[in-house]
C-alpha cells in the first residue's frame, strides 16, 4: 500500500537557520506530492505541491522537489523564522484521475524556531 | 478567501453519548472528506464523499460511525455511543471534484473532541 515516511521530530533550529525535513514514499504508479503546515489550534493548510516528477514545488520561501529515482519529496527553506513554527506533513495522492483519491500523510514533523 | 466551515471547534462528552460534527464546504466543491487526527499522528480519512454520493468509507467504523451530505452541499459525522478512544481533532475537507489526484484538499478548522 501507500505510504509516507517523515524524519521524526522534534526539530528546534535558530532563527535564520537552514531547514530541510526529509519525506520519502512508497505509492504505486504516479503520485501527486504535498506538503501541509498545521499551526497550534488550527486546521491543515497547503503549502506547495508538485504533481510530476522534477517538478519543484515552492511558496512562502519553502521548496520541495519531486525525486521519482530516490521516492523523495524533501522540505526546504533558506532562512527560517519564528513564525514558521509548526507541525508540517508530507503527504501524497495516487496518481489515478478515476480511482480513490485518498491522502497518505506522515505522521508530521514538529518545527520549533528559537529567536 | 473562501474556507471551509466546521462547527463545533470543540466539544466535551462522556462515553456512550452521541456526538455530532457539521462541516460547510467551499461553495461550488462536490467533493468532501472527513479525517480522523490523533494526537501526534497524520490525519487519517473516514469518509469521502462526491457530491450526495459516499466514494469511500472503508475506514469508517460504521457499528458507531455515520455520515451523511443529503444534499450535496453540508455535511454531518455523528458518533454513537461515543468512546474514550474517539478522541481527536476531527478535520473536513473539500475540493473541486474535477481534477483528480492533482488538485488540492483545502481543510477547515476541525473539532476537537474529548471524550470523557
Known amino acids: 500500500g501507500n505510504s509516507v515516511t517523515q524524519m521524526e521530530g522534534p526539530v528546534t533550529l535558530s532563527e535564520e537557520a537552514f531547514l530541510t525535513i526529509n519525506c520519502t514514499y512508497t505509492?504505486?504508479?504516479?503520485?501527486?506530492l504535498f506538503w501541509y503546515v498545521q499551526y497550534p489550534g488550527e486546521g491543515l493548510q497547503l503549502l506547495l505541491k508538485?504533481?510530476?516528477?522534477?517538478d519543484k514545488g515552492s511558496n512562502k520561501g519553502f521548496e520541495a522537489t519531486y525525486r521519482k529515482e530516490t521516492t523523495s519529496f524533501h522540505l526546504e527553506k533558506g532562512s527560517v523564522q519564528v513564525s514558521d513554527s509548526a507541525v508540517y506533513f508530507c503527504?501524497?495522492?495516487?496518481?489515478?484521475?478515476?480511482?480513490?483519491?485518498?491522502?497518505?500523510f506522515g505522521t508530521g514533523t514538529r518545527l520549533t524556531i528559537i529567536p | 478567501e473562501a474556507e471551509v466551515a466546521q462547527s463545533p471547534r470543540y466539544k466535551i462528552t462522556e462515553k456512550s453519548q452521541a456526538v455530532a460534527f457539521w462541516c460547510d464546504p467551499i461553495?461550488?466543491?462536490?467533493?468532501l472528506y472527513w479525517y480522523r487526527q490523533i494526537l501526534g499522528q497524520g490525519p487519517e480519512l473516514l469518509v469521502q464523499?462526491?457530491?450526495?454520493?459516499?466514494?469511500?468509507d472503508s475506514q469508517l467504523p460504521k457499528d458507531r460511525f455515520s455520515a451523511e451530505r443529503l444534499k450535496g452541499v453540508d455535511s454531518t459525522l455523528k458518533i454513537q455511543p461515543a468512546e474514550l478512544g474517539d478522541s481527536a481533532m476531527y478535520l473536513c475537507?473539500?475540493?473541486?471534484?474535477?481534477?483528480?489526484?492533482?488538485?488540492?484538499?483545502?481543510f477547515g478548522p476541525g473539532t476537537r473532541l474529548l471524550v470523557l
Open positions: 464523499f462526491q457530491d450526495e454520493s459516499v466514494v469511500d
Open positions: 461553495s461550488g466543491h462536490a467533493t
Open positions: 508538485a504533481t510530476k516528477a522534477d
Open positions: 475537507a473539500s475540493s473541486l471534484g474535477l481534477q483528480g489526484f492533482r488538485e488540492t484538499q483545502y
Open positions: 505509492a504505486t504508479g504516479y503520485p501527486s
Open positions: 503527504a501524497l495522492r495516487r496518481g489515478s484521475n478515476f480511482g480513490n483519491e485518498k491522502l497518505t
